[in-house]
């Protein structure tokens, strides 16, 4: 996506030019590809007024381009996406989960207040969950916690007993049900932020963060204090265990780029 706001949203250069990713993973387990949120799927990409809706399209110039899709970048790295069998979703908002319809046969894994807010939204959360999405009738996999706890977040192992470690961390407050997701990578851990945050200066060490994006963070959160609450967690989370534990959001564009240049 390329918004308006240049630095106030990304923090650097002029008015112009910012650039916003959807940052989705893609683990290839024994048997099965598992994947981290969807992004925007195909038919976003063929019709964006319509699915995602023009002021969202409009506002965050949304780059209709089916080659970004999971379901393309997945058969460009060589693989069937028929062979994602599972994905685990941060949250429903249309840019984590308008790919699902690509992905009919996974189960989807969601914690319990995210798939409510999402299937029965309130007036104000209506235009982050369009229908559309969720037509195809998604597997959903409904998880609630169950007293298990990671670094001392409320943790849920969304598939016991399955390599790698998979995690939905609760963090709600961007949505009603949102989640982090952590997985096991070697002796440490990547730890998908979702919009827990949006900009790596907000984890840092004094965190900051460009104006506009603060804005935007306090006037979406369902719950801003909860928000607050649980972004400070994380920076807590970084500066505790920030060599155990690598943190990156949805939306950065360099924490993604961080990450690629990471050796397999
Ligand atoms: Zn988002």
Redesign the pocket.
Known sequence: MCPHGGRLISGEGGLTGARII?HCLLIEAADSLLLVDTGMGLEDTRHPHRRLGAPFTAAFGVRADAAETAFEQIRGLGFDPGDVRHIAVT?L?L??AGGLPDFPAADVHVFAPEKEAALQPKLRERARYPKCHFEHGPRWQVHAVDGDSWFGFESIRVLPGVDPEVLLIPLTG?SRGHSAVAVRDGDGWMLHC??AY?HRSEVADPPDCPSGLRVFQSVMAADNSARKHNQERLRELSRDHGNEVRLFC??DPVELEREQGVPA
């Open positions: 959807c949250h908002d840019d984590h961007h979702g919009d949006f949805s939306h």
